[in-house]
């Protein structure tokens, strides 16, 4: 094999394509580049510093400008806004907001190929603030209904854009633990906005206001303050970015183009499109997330208010959210990394859901005394946020680039998301405190999570190993526009499993 050195001396490549013509990577038989590992991990170093903090900055907001809703119920929000205690107008509250979440993240993820990402995302955190501090000024069940759906609207394009944002800068067995830190915000957001409502709701009177609306109003203003810093924090695009040294971003983008082989940009047409939204993959990866995102949707809209019926007050259940969270915290990012070690993933997914299933079984036997319920809140926390990074980054490794990218994660993560229509609806008010409804959903779904990654696994290596026997060299006669938006369907492209 014909291996090169990697020089940073050559001619530099002005974006990802032209360092694959410049540098033919075709295959490992092929011509392979050599790069210094010093010289390398300093380069991701410098990417991870540019890229991820600001991301994690803006998903913590994101998350606890959308959980705070279940802090502020048991300060007393439904007693002001006059929701009668046994109706479901708090669950009305929160599929208002899921809906438009869920129906506008496919459109507005194509919008992020459209509109420089600094631009879209710190504009979309912008506007989903001033919603947030609205819902501090609202006087009924709809003001507040209507500032959720808004929020939802404005928050639609933001995970997955920060999924795609951050897969375009990191070779696939990079990803995940890049990605499981990102996401690691929103469970660091479940400690952080239990002891944040704690301090804000002891403003009680100031200004005239309740402690609830407090928690609205200064989170609000605080996500819209972090919007415009973000403006000139965010990273763009690799071929366009600016904290690199040009042979730096050279490197970058040959080592990028290196592990995706053939697999190019694609260009959006009607056929790529068609044939994206009837990939199996992403259909069989979206149901397990749907799985995984029941149970998450369910710990942040309804943990405070289970720890209350288990005997805490509200203070002492806000602040006994945050060990749950934290404990979650660890073991999510320990999993991410030895995923990447181990360039795996199914076995991970399995890990999490069947910690989850666990933590549903405690809640569905009513176990005695309460510190065995509080443990089931700890392991399905902990599974659900070990699940769904590897989820994610999963369908992300296996979508090739470009378009098929985008609408594969924002389909997944959307359609996932339509799971937390069920959690606010199961979780019935005139049957607290023992939600058998919620809680056998709960486990149920969990056991059709693990059930799907077990059929993308087998589905996935039987893939390879017909590709491995060159059952799928025919498609190498295709023309070379349609060869080169083949994506994942490439011959020489190997999935992850």
């Keep these: ?27 490992v038989s092929d011509s392979d580049f050599v790069f210094d590992r010093a010289l390398e991990q300093r380069l991701i170093l410098k990417i991870d510093l540019a890229v991820l903090p600001i991301l994690f900055m803006l998903f913590l907001v994101s998350f606890v400008d959308r959980s705070n809703l279940a802090n ?14 046994k109706s479901n107008g708090y669950n009305v509250a929160l599929f208002s907001f899921t809906i438009p979440y869920v129906l506008f993240e ?23 603030g001033i919603c947030t501090m609205g819902q501090g000024f609202t006087q009924n069940l709809r003001s507040l209904v209507t500032c959720r759906a808004l929020m939802g609207f404005f928050e639609s394009g933001f ?43 002891k403003m009680e009177g100031v200004g005239g206001y309740e402690g609830w609306r407090w928690i609205f109003i200064i989170e609000g203003l605080i996500t819209i303050t972090i919007a415009f810093a973000a403006f000139f924090l965010i990273a763009p695009w690799p071929e366009d970015c600016r904290f690199l040294k040009p042979h730096e971003k050279d490197m970058m983008l040959r080592r990028l183009a290196a592990d995706r082989r053939h697999v190019k940009h694609d260009t959006l047409t009607l056929r790529s499109f068609v044939t994206t939204l009837t990939d199996w993959k992403i259909w069989v990866g979206m149901l397990a997330y749907f799985g995984a995102d029941h149970s998450a949707s369910a710990i942040v809209s309804f943990q405070p208010t289970i720890l209350t019926q288990l005997g805490y007050t509200a203070s002492e259940a806000q602040v006994h959210t945050i060990p749950v969270f934290m404990v979650a915290l660890v073991l999510a990012i320990t999993v991410a990394w030895v995923s990447d070690r181990l360039q795996h993933r199914y076995a991970f997914c399995m890990l999490g859901a069947t910690i989850c299933m666990i933590g549903w079984g405690i809640e569905l036997a009513q176990a005695n005394p309460v510190g ?59 049957h607290a405190p023992r939600y058998p409804e919620g809680y056998g959903v709960g486990f149920a779904l969990n056991v059709m ?13 039987t893939e390879n190993r017909r590709r491995d026997q060159g059952l799928r060299d025919s498609r190498l006669a295709l023309p070379q526009d349609e060869l080169d938006n083949l994506g994942d369907d490439h011959p020489d492209f190997r999935y992850t499993l």
């Design 372 to 430: 065995a319920r509080y443990f089931g809140m700890f392991a399905i926390t902990t599974g659900v946020y070990i699940l769904m990074p590897v989820l994610v980054v999963w369908n992300l490794n296996n979508l090739g680039t470009g378009y098929r990218r985008v609408i594969g994660a924002a389909f997944q993560i959307g359609g996932g998301n339509c799971a937390a229509l069920v959690s606010q609806n199961v979780f019935i008010a005139s």
């Design 449 to 461: 999570a693990g059930v799907c990654c077990t059929a993308l696994f087998f589905g996935l290596r």
């Design 159 to 201: 995970v997955p854009g920060c999924a795609y944002l951050i897969g375009s800068y990191y070779k696939r067995h990079e990803f995940q633990f890049r990605y499981s830190i990102f996401f690691s915000a929103a469970i660091l957001a479940g400690a952080f906005s239990g002891f944040l409502a704690y301090l804000l709701a």
């Design 1 to 27: 094999m014909d291996v090169s050195v990697y020089d940073p001396r050559i001619p530099k490549a002005s974006s990802l394509e032209d360092s694959k013509e410049k540098a033919p990577l075709a295959s």
């Design 72 to 85: 502020a119920r048991i300060e007393g929000l439904e007693h002001s806004l006059h929701i009668p205690p």
């Design 106 to 128: 496919v459109p507005a993820n194509l919008m992020l190929k459209k509109i420089k990402p600094q631009w879209w995302l710190s504009g979309l955190m912008f506007s989903w």
